[in-house]
């Protein structure tokens, strides 16, 4: 599913909530903004609270939270595919969602399919294949030590602020997205979303000739 049709499949309510979360960022939020911005019920966001999943930043009865935590709770609404569509260039250039061909076993393929529509929630945007694994690979990334992650900030520079920190309200410099393959972060020829070796080697017979 390409970015374009992400976000036609999003309501127009759910973009303007992703849209006002990430490019109107504000440092703290009343309760009821957490509500509507997040989509969730007073009973979602007290569970959040006793799970300490979120951090009232004020108690009583006018509770503040953090940017942090709306986008925490706004994350178990949509995915980071969702996000993408609907606020990229708000987003750090490594969170910023790519479409590029996989080849699976079609037992896989049919497999993943079913985890997506077994994950799908009712009230939420419905999860495709892409969704599925994206969960997986995160899982990955946060079991991930710290030496191991220290090894991947210096091959990929800014991984562990794109994996671990995305959720920062931490004013960093405005990055710029460069044009770059989208394996290995080398510049591409012009027009091609991958260097010439990564095409080779990740998307066999899929050269421009084929694309035409």
Request: aromatic letters at 6%; one cysteine or more.
């Amino acid at each position: 599913m390409t970015e374009r049709s992400v976000a036609e499949a999003l309501s127009s309510e759910d973009e303007a909530l992703l849209v006002e979360i990430f490019y109107w960022r504000m440092p703290a939020y009343a309760e009821a903004d957490v509500l509507r911005l997040a989509r969730i019920t007073p009973a979602a966001l007290e569970r959040a609270v006793a799970e300490n999943e979120v951090e009232p930043r004020k108690t009583g009865a006018d509770r503040l939270f953090a940017w942090e935590d709306v986008v925490s709770l706004a994350l178990d609404h949509w995915t980071p595919r969702m996000i993408s569509a609907a606020a990229r260039a708000a987003l750090p250039p490594l969170n910023r969602t790519c479409v590029i061909p996989v080849e699976l076993p079609l037992y896989q393929i049919r497999f993943l399919r079913h985890l997506a529509m077994a994950a799908s929630e009712l009230g939420k945007p419905p999860l495709n294949v892409s969704d599925v694994l994206e969960r997986e690979i995160d899982g990955l990334v946060s079991s991930a030590s710290a030496s191991d992650l220290a090894s991947l900030e210096k091959q990929m520079p800014g991984f562990t602020a794109a994996a671990l920190d995305f959720a920062s309200f931490q004013q960093r410099p405005r990055l710029v997205a460069k044009e770059a393959c989208v394996y290995c972060g080398s510049a591409p020829p012009a027009g091609s979303h991958a260097c010439a070796a990564c095409l080779l080697l990740h998307e066999p017979g899929t050269g421009d000739e084929e694309r035409s």
